[in-house]
């Protein structure tokens, strides 16, 4: 088994190279690659990225959101979360099958005094809370299985980035399934940092206790495609937010000019259909106005630059476009 040391703490990066050595990387070795995200929320492959996320929070914060190739939850990693992957053949014991790929994870907290166990469908737990959550892909004959390993999270932040306002959304995404977390780091029978704790999971993984001899160092060439992942796939508005499955949403609020509300259809990201009700005043026919939001993606500041300069005074007095960004998105 080989793999390749990654520093990048990059979202967009990791899951670059992910994809890079399951589908371009010539070689008929198995990987393990072991790589952290500096904060950010990595969305399901069939998830409704709006659904999944505090959007403000995300925007105050500066919370990186990237889509990966795999399907499931989404799910929040800081520096305190290490994440495992696997690129292997895809041979027919492999398909689906969590356990094998996440008892040689499971045993390595063991020898680290971790009583670990495989739970539900595809997930590693500690006292029966949630530690570990897997997933994986697969390309014509290869497969990805990577998972996370929470070992001293901020696990205060996850309740604020992932939990929406309580919005109608209505979404034909894979809803997340929000389990109790902890953290391993209190039940390490000796106090490790994560760099110790990342190399000596490297070392139980690849069977060695020399790295070393064991790693794959990354070409000009294999870093040139993988840029190009990066910056096609995993850089852009379209695959991060676009992809999300047709929607539905509703917002309303309250300003100094009348409460303002609302509904949007969202058609691969762009708004397809928009309609607004209130009591709010206003000289100018609304029809107008809601037809100039259709087409616009359903993004911060794609609506601002659409509405900016539009007399937004003769459809609502007394609500502003700061408002209306606020009743959308916030």
């Known amino acids: 088994m080989k793999t390749i040391l990654n520093d990048s703490k990059d979202p967009r990066f990791n899951l670059a190279l992910e994809e890079y050595v399951l589908k371009y990387l010539k ?3 198995d990987f393990v690659l072991l790589w952290q995200n500096a904060n950010s929320v990595i969305i399901g492959r069939n998830q ?3 659904e999944e996320i505090n959007t403000s929070y995300v925007k105050a914060h500066d919370v990186n959101v990237v889509r990966r190739i795999t399907g499931g939850g989404a799910v929040y990693h800081d520096l305190g979360n290490l994440n495992f992957s696997f690129v292997t053949t895809s041979l027919k014991d492999n398909l689906n099958n969590y356990r094998k ?12 005094g971790v009583e670990a166990a495989f739970s539900g469908r595809n997930d590693i737990v500690v006292d029966e809370k949630k530690i570990s959550g897997n997933a994986q892909s697969f390309y014509k004959n290869k497969m990805l299985h990577h998972g996370t390993i929470l070992f001293d999270a901020d696990l205060s932040i996850i309740a ?3 939990n929406v306002k309580p919005d109608k959304i209505a979404s034909k995404g894979i809803k997340s399934n929000r389990a109790r977390v902890t953290n391993i780091k209190p039940y390490l029978t000796e106090a490790i940092s994560m760099t110790e704790f990342k190399t000596r999971l490297l070392k139980y993984l690849l069977g ?3 790295i070393m001899d064991s790693v794959y160092e990354l070409t000009d060439k294999d870093l040139e495609k ?5 910056e096609m796939r995993y850089n852009t508005w379209m695959w991060n937010y676009g992809e999300s499955p047709d929607f539905s949403i509703e917002k309303s609020n309250r300003y100094a ?5 609302f509904k949007f259809n969202v058609h691969e990201g762009v708004i397809a259909q928009a309609k607004v009700y209130g009591d709010f005043l206003g000289s100018k026919d609304i029809q107008t106005f809601e037809q100039k939001l259709v087409g616009t993606p359903y993004e911060e500041d794609a609506v601002r630059n659409t509405l900016k300069d539009e007399p937004l005074d003769e459809y609502f007095f007394n609500i502003t476009l700061d408002n209306i960004i606020d009743c ?3």
Do not use: Q, R, Y
Request: aromatic share 6%; glycine share 8%.
């Open 27 to 29: 070689s008929d070795e």
């Open 48 to 50: 409704n990225t709006i």
């Open 101 to 112: 790929f996440t008892d040689p994870v499971i045993k390595a907290l063991k020898s680290l």
């Open 160 to 162: 604020d980035v992932l």
């Open 208 to 210: 060695s206790d020399n």
């Open 226 to 230: 993988i840029h190009e992942l990066m």
């Open 257 to 261: 000019g009348g409460k303002i509300e």
């Open 328 to 330: 959308i998105f916030g």
